[in-house]
C-alpha cells in the first residue's frame, strides 16, 4: 500500500483501485477513551457513506474493519473541486455549483449532516494527475463526489443544517475569495432544492450575525 495522504485523525493508503482510511492511535488519549472514539467513529462515518450511497456520488465502502479501524472504499479517481477552480481551467462553474447544491440539498432532506463541506472534500472523476488521460474528459464528466464523512452526522435539526452551510460558506470565503459570489450564488440556486430551504437560509443568517456578535 502507498501512503499519499496524512490527516489530523487518519491515514489515506492506496492499494490498487482502493482506498485504505486506517484511524491512527493519538498518543496523548487515555488508551480505552483512544480505541472506542476511533472504532465509534470509524463504524459512523461508514454508516454515513453507506446512508449516502444512492442520493449522491459517494465512494463505496467494500469493507469495515473495527479491530484496526479501517474503512476500505473506492478509490475516486480525479481532482478536488478546489483545485479545478484555482487551475482555471475552462469548466463550466455554475453547473458545477449548483450540482453541488442540489446533492448537499439531497443529504439534509434524508437528515445527514456531512460536517466539514469544502471544495478539498470535493472530487470531480476525471482528470488525476496519476493518469495520462486527457483534460477534455473532465469537461465531458463534471461528476462531483463528496468525500470524508468523518465528521458527518445525523440530524433532524436546522441548526445542524444551517450550520453545514455556514462552514461551507466560511471555507469558500477564504479559499476562493475571487470567485466567491459565483460560487456560493450557484450552490444556493442548487440548494432551492431542499424542503427546508427557507427555514436553513433563514437560520444561516441568524448563525451568521450570532457568531459576528458573540
Not at 484555482?86 to 442540489?102: A, F, H, T, V, Y
Request: hydrophobic letters at 35%.
Amino acid at each position: 500500500m502507498e501512503l499519499i495522504a496524512k490527516g489530523a485523525e487518519a491515514n489515506l493508503y492506496l492499494d490498487g483501485k482502493l482506498l485504505v482510511k486506517h484511524r491512527i492511535k493519538k498518543e496523548y488519549r487515555i488508551r480505552e477513551l483512544d480505541e472506542r472514539l476511533r472504532k465509534s467513529r470509524t463504524r459512523h462515518e461508514a454508516k454515513l457513506l453507506e446512508n449516502a450511497k444512492g442520493l449522491i456520488p459517494v465512494p463505496s465502502v467494500y469493507e469495515v474493519d473495527l479491530k484496526e479501524n479501517r474503512i476500505v472504499m473506492e478509490f475516486i479517481n480525479g481532482i478536488t473541486v478546489k483545485d479545478v477552480i484555482e487551475s482555471g481551467k475552462d469548466i463550466q462553474l455554475g453547473d458545477i455549483c449548483k450540482k453541488i447544491g442540489i446533492y448537499i440539498s439531497r443529504l439534509h432532506d434524508m437528515n445527514l449532516v456531512h460536517g466539514d463541506l469544502t471544495t478539498s472534500n470535493m472530487i470531480i472523476r476525471g482528470l488525476c494527475p496519476r493518469n495520462s488521460e486527457t483534460e477534455s474528459r473532465i469537461l465531458k464528466d463534471n461528476e462531483v463526489y463528496f468525500i470524508d464523512f468523518g465528521l458527518g452526522t445525523t440530524s433532524t435539526r436546522i441548526e445542524d443544517k444551517a450550520m453545514d452551510m455556514v462552514v461551507l460558506k466560511k471555507s469558500l470565503m477564504a479559499t476562493h475569495t475571487g470567485k466567491f459570489e459565483i460560487i456560493w450564488n450557484g450552490i444556493m440556486g442548487g440548494y432551492r432544492n431542499s424542503k427546508n430551504f427557507d427555514e436553513i437560509s433563514k437560520r444561516i443568517g441568524i448563525i451568521e450575525k450570532r457568531v459576528r456578535y458573540a
